[in-house]
């Protein structure tokens, strides 16, 4: 699971589905992403739209995918 991109999303005030509205995705697929079902490595057009969505630099989530991953 991404912790990160919930606590991010909570901080954010925003549920699931008005994430995945501003992201242009279904609320499913977003649901697969934030619970590390899909995308076990967000290739770099989700990590840009989760940026600007959240308002936090890409290099963030990229960090945060690290750390994740044990990289």
Same mark, same amino acid.
Do not use: C, F, H
């Given at each position: 699971?991404?912790?990160? $991109?919930?606590?991010?999303? @909570?901080?954010?005030? $925003?549920?699931? @589905?008005?994430? &995945?509205?501003? $992201?242009?995705?279904? #609320? /499913? ?8 079902? +899909?995308?076990? +490595? ?6 840009? +739209?989760? /940026? @600007? &969505? $959240?308002?936090?630099? &890409? ?5 945060? #995918?690290? #750390?994740?991953?044990?990289?």
């Amino acid at each position: 699971m991404r912790n990160y $991109l919930v606590t991010l999303r @909570k901080e954010k005030n $925003l549920t699931q @589905k008005q994430l &995945a509205k501003k $992201l242009d995705i279904s #609320e /499913s697929y977003y649901n697969q992403i934030e619970n590390g079902e +899909r995308q076990k +490595r967000m290739d770099i057009t989700v990590i840009d +739209r989760l /940026s @600007k &969505a $959240l308002g936090i630099p &890409a290099s963030d989530i990229i960090r945060y #995918e690290s #750390e994740i991953k044990g990289e």
